[in-house]
């Protein structure tokens, strides 16, 4: 399976394509395109019928090794057995089998033949569907370092879930350290002591005074410097990591596969959604051949994807216009993996994509509506790949909060919240809605309180989190500093 950037002149990509290998411990490419493969391989129905029946992590190798074939199988069968195990996605509801790694749970079966499933992602160690394709890359970092005897230094910024995500997935690993940067007193309790209280001696936390925004232009600044990246071996696991959406690609399969007995039942997704990185895995698990119907892209009050499926229109917002939410891990300017569904949607044609992200740069957005003036007219194309959207709000994040749990019984987080009220206005008679439960409601007790008056329930060893000693350093938003914490700890 050879990788190309979505930017390549088509001559350029035949003679510059790589491997698997090659773009995991990678970002962008050097055009600064994103990585996709130079095409979807394919599933056949027969695939599908045997593969209903496989563990979670055996489905993982099937899919995984589709996209890595420079990977012996064998070594990649033991990383997906080690990374899909109900020991790392225990914090299952009661109810539910932490075996089944994502299990079901039906919601709602209309009278008029509509289907209201949630598929719970986040019961791995952070309570949050990063983990999901973060504890994978952990393993496939240590196992490619250890093979090139190398060493890599993860350097990020996060305001919550990324960051204790990557922690988490990286701890104690060999020849892996991260230096996760986080504005100081800004994040909740919970996500604070989740992070600062790990001890292992390869994480560091660093608390910047400042806000999130100063933190991340710390890790560009840092990052700019080409000969101190190089140096210090730094690299990042941002969510364009294409092992990342690789690894998301495998829940698509499992959810269409666990609530059907045939490959002839309709199952559309809705996916809460902020960096496009969730669903466009299920764009391409659609593009492989699962018969997903819809995929429902919902947001929050940054409605930038929102606005692109209602009109053809992307427009980015500018940091100013972001708003702050109650579904914080929605809150961007950009969907910085929109480019690989723009990609396939223009024909993967990589001249056009790069115009097309060119003037996102310079106009702050394009428009393929095909009203006169626009850059193109491929919006009327947008029904065939299956994308439908929605918005949520504050006010009606709440009032699902209420209503799932009056009627249903069970606590959703405020992501879950945003996905599930736009999930409603979709529903389709005949038609099984999956909603992805991006996390677990106790990482936002704030708001679980306003909507109920209570607190979220926390799964066990979560119970006195805050209460644990932690291990951070708080740092001033200097460049020179953090790159001499950096070195003096890395001592390369
Ligand atoms: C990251 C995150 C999202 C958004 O996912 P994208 O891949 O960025 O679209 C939604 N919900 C939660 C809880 C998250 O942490």
Same mark, same amino acid.
């Given at each position: 399976?050879?990788?190309?950037?979505?930017?390549?002149?088509?001559?350029?990509?035949?003679?510059?394509?790589?491997?698997?290998?090659?773009?995991?411990?990678?970002?962008?490419?050097?055009?600064?395109?994103?990585?996709?493969?130079?095409?979807?391989?394919?599933?056949?129905?027969?695939?599908?019928?045997?593969?209903?029946?496989?563990?979670?992590?055996?489905?993982?190798?099937?899919?995984?090794?589709?996209?890595?074939?420079?990977?012996?199988?064998?070594?990649?069968?033991?990383?997906?057995?080690?990374?899909?195990?109900?020991?790392?996605?225990?914090?299952?509801?009661?109810?539910?089998?932490?075996?089944?790694?994502?299990?079901?749970?039906?919601?709602?079966?209309?009278?008029?033949?509509?289907?209201?499933?949630?598929?719970?992602?986040?019961?791995?160690?952070?309570?949050?569907?990063?983990?999901?394709?973060?504890?994978?890359?952990?393993?496939?970092?240590?196992?490619?370092?250890?093979?090139?005897?190398?060493?890599?230094?993860?350097?990020?910024?996060?305001?919550?879930?990324?960051?204790?995500?990557?922690?988490?997935?990286?701890?104690?690993?060999?020849?892996?350290?991260?230096?996760?940067?986080?504005?100081?007193?800004?994040?909740?309790?919970?996500?604070?002591?989740?992070?600062?209280?790990?001890?292992?001696?390869?994480?560091?936390?660093?608390?910047?005074?400042?806000?999130?925004?100063?933190?991340?232009?710390?890790?560009?600044?840092?990052?700019?410097?080409?000969?101190?990246?190089?140096?210090?071996?730094?690299?990042?696991?941002?969510?364009?990591?294409?092992?990342?959406?690789?690894?998301?690609?495998?829940?698509?399969?499992?959810?269409?596969?666990?609530?059907?007995?045939?490959?002839?039942?309709?199952?559309?997704?809705?996916?809460?959604?902020?960096?496009?990185?969730?669903?466009?895995?299920?764009?391409?698990?659609?593009?492989?051949?699962?018969?997903?119907?819809?995929?429902?892209?919902?947001?929050?009050?940054?409605?930038?994807?929102?606005?692109?499926?209602?009109?053809?229109?992307?427009?980015?917002?500018?940091?100013?216009?972001?708003?702050?939410?109650?579904?914080?891990?929605?809150?961007?300017?950009?969907?910085? %993996?929109?480019? =690989?569904?723009?990609? #396939?949607?223009? *024909?993967?044609?990589? $001249?056009?994509?790069? &115009?097309?992200?060119? !003037? @996102?740069?310079?106009?702050?957005?394009?428009?393929?509506?095909?009203?006169?003036?626009?850059?193109?007219?491929?919006?009327?194309?947008?029904?065939?790949?299956?994308?439908?959207?929605?918005?949520?709000?504050?006010?009606?994040?709440? %009032?699902?909060? =209420?209503?799932?749990? #009056?009627?249903? *019984?069970?606590?959703? $987080?405020?992501?879950? &919240?945003?996905?599930? !009220? @736009?999930?409603?206005?979709?529903?389709?008679?005949?038609?099984?809605?999956?909603?992805?439960?991006?996390?677990?409601?106790?990482?936002?007790?704030?708001?679980?309180?306003?909507?109920?008056?209570?607190?979220?329930?926390?799964?066990?060893?979560?119970?006195?989190?805050?209460?644990?000693?932690?291990?951070?350093?708080?740092?001033?938003?200097?460049?020179?500093?953090? !790159?001499?914490?950096?070195?003096?700890?890395?001592?390369?």
């Amino acid at each position: 399976m050879q990788y190309v950037s979505t930017r390549a002149a088509a001559l350029a990509a035949a003679s510059s394509s790589q491997q698997f290998s090659d773009i995991l411990l990678g970002g962008l490419a050097v055009d600064g395109g994103l990585f996709l493969p130079t095409a979807y391989p394919q599933v056949t129905g027969a695939e599908l019928d045997a593969w209903r029946q496989l563990s979670y992590a055996d489905l993982a190798f099937e899919i995984l090794k589709k996209f890595a074939t420079d990977i012996p199988e064998a070594d990649l069968r033991a990383l997906t057995a080690k990374t899909y195990t109900k020991e790392v996605y225990k914090n299952a509801r009661k109810g539910e089998k932490a075996s089944q790694i994502t299990p079901l749970r039906v919601l709602e079966e209309g009278e008029n033949g509509t289907k209201l499933v949630l598929q719970a992602l986040s019961n791995g160690p952070t309570l949050a569907f990063k983990d999901m394709a973060m504890q994978l890359l952990g393993n496939l970092f240590e196992y490619t370092l250890a093979k090139q005897n190398a060493q890599l230094n993860i350097f990020g910024a996060t305001s919550g879930d990324t960051g204790s995500a990557a922690e988490y997935a990286m701890r104690g690993k060999q020849g892996i350290r991260v230096f996760m940067l986080s504005p100081h007193k800004k994040m909740s309790a919970f996500q604070t002591a989740q992070m600062f209280s790990l001890q292992d001696p390869n994480i560091f936390n660093i608390a910047i005074e400042g806000v999130f925004d100063d933190a991340q232009d710390m890790v560009k600044a840092v990052s700019n410097d080409l000969p101190f990246k190089a140096k210090q071996k730094i690299g990042t696991v941002n969510s364009i990591n294409w092992a990342r959406v690789v690894a998301q690609v495998v829940y698509y399969f499992r959810g269409y596969l666990s609530a059907t007995t045939s490959n002839d039942q309709k199952v559309s997704f809705t996916v809460p959604s902020g960096n496009f990185g969730n669903i466009c895995a299920g764009h391409i698990a659609r593009m492989m051949g699962l018969p997903i119907d819809k995929l429902v892209a919902a947001t929050n009050e940054n409605d930038v994807l929102d606005e692109f499926f209602r009109t053809g229109v992307y427009r980015v917002r500018k940091s100013s216009e972001t708003y702050h939410t109650s579904s914080p891990s929605m809150d961007i300017s950009k969907a910085s %993996n929109f480019e =690989r569904f723009i990609y #396939d949607l223009v *024909g993967r044609d990589g $001249d056009r994509t790069r &115009a097309l992200f060119q !003037k @996102v740069e310079t106009h702050g957005g394009f428009d393929l509506s095909g009203k006169p003036g626009a850059d193109g007219d491929e919006f009327k194309l947008v029904a065939k790949y299956g994308f439908k959207s929605g918005k949520s709000t504050h006010d009606d994040r709440l %009032n699902t909060i =209420r209503d799932v749990a #009056d009627d249903y *019984g069970i606590v959703i $987080d405020t992501h879950t &919240a945003d996905g599930i !009220k @736009v999930a409603r206005e979709n529903l389709e008679p005949g038609v099984t809605m999956i909603v992805l439960e991006t996390a677990l409601a106790a990482k936002f007790n704030e708001t679980i309180l306003d909507a109920l008056g209570e607190d979220a329930e926390r799964p066990e060893g979560f119970e006195n989190i805050e209460d644990l000693p932690q291990k951070f350093v708080v740092m001033p938003p200097d460049v020179e500093k953090m !790159k001499a914490y950096i070195a003096a700890n890395t001592g390369l």
